[in-house]
């Protein structure tokens, strides 16, 4: 369990919505934003727990990820679903099994991990070739938990618009991306949180994102000691939202890197 493990910490590799922010040619005040905290890459997270690392999606955007903080190695990958935004980065986990020189395991549902071998049939077609290509072993999960190194990891089932996500509970923390909406019975399994990761696009109603005060009341309904905002649009300037949350709701940031388990209450 997490608190087996002396220093652990989450960290926002990516808080942005699926094209990024600033977006490609937008000439709004959030994408011309100075504020570095306005810059956004597409979404994920890195766990670490003493040695490990669990990596949660493979944005677009992961191999400057992987360079900016410093990733150097992973026990694992976590797909949430299998839009763009969480899975094109896959062929950027390349350089892992070079430093490892073993597989990587991939774990995701059933659905979304169909859709990856799909997409990424090169990867997973066993058909030689003489160009490198990622080494993973795909893991399908159902309802128990993944563990990895010995840390369990919670698959918690979310509506995202008319299709699934998967959030995922780790000892006292969890990280909820892409969702329009949470089912009673995964409500019961986000309880006694510490730490809450949830998407937040923008103020404006969305078919299959939360919206800052849907996420606000979900923070009220589940009463977590702290929540972090995450998925963000260009619609949300940092500061501005910030300054309108409470104290104990704040908006993530690239590179923002919490302490959990144990490290939370050193
Ligand atoms: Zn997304
Ligand atoms: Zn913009
Ligand atoms: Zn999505």
Do not use: W
């Not at 890195?46 to 944005?59: A, E, K, M, Q």
């Not at 003489?130 to 072993?137: F, K």
């Amino acid at each position: 369990m997490l608190d087996d493990f002396e220093a652990a910490s989450i960290q926002v590799l990516g808080s942005g919505t699926s094209v990024g922010v600033p977006m490609v040619g937008c000439d709004c005040k959030v994408c011309q934003s100075d504020d570095p905290r306005d810059k956004r890459l597409r979404p994920s997270v890195l766990i670490r727990y003493g040695p490990h690392r669990v990596l949660v999606d493979t944005s677009p955007d992961l191999r400057y990820q992987a360079l900016r903080f410093g990733i150097e190695r992973l026990d694992g990958v976590l797909y949430t679903h299998s839009h763009a935004d969480h899975i094109l980065g896959l062929d950027d986990l390349r350089p892992f099994n070079f430093l490892q020189r073993e597989e990587i395991p991939i774990y995701g549902s059933a659905e979304t991990l169909d859709v990856i071998e799909r997409t990424f049939g090169y990867v997973f077609d066993g058909v030689p070739t003489e160009s490198s290509r990622p080494h993973l072993t795909p893991h399908r999960f159902s309802e128990g938990p993944v563990v990895i190194r010995d840390l369990e990891f919670q698959p918690i089932r979310l509506a995202h618009g008319k299709g699934t996500v998967y959030g995922f509970r780790f000892g006292d923390c969890a990280y909820l991306t892409d969702h329009s909406e949470i089912p009673e019975e995964s409500e019961a399994q986000l309880q006694q949180l510490d730490v809450l990761f949830l998407d937040a696009l923008r103020y404006n109603p969305h078919p299959t994102h939360s919206t800052v005060d849907q996420s606000l009341k979900t923070v009220e309904a589940l009463r977590p000691r702290r929540a972090f905002f995450t998925h963000i649009s260009h619609d949300l300037s940092h500061a501005a939202v910030e300054a309108r949350l409470p104290s104990h709701v704040r908006m993530a940031f690239d590179g923002l890197e919490i302490p959990i388990g144990r490290s939370a209450r050193a």
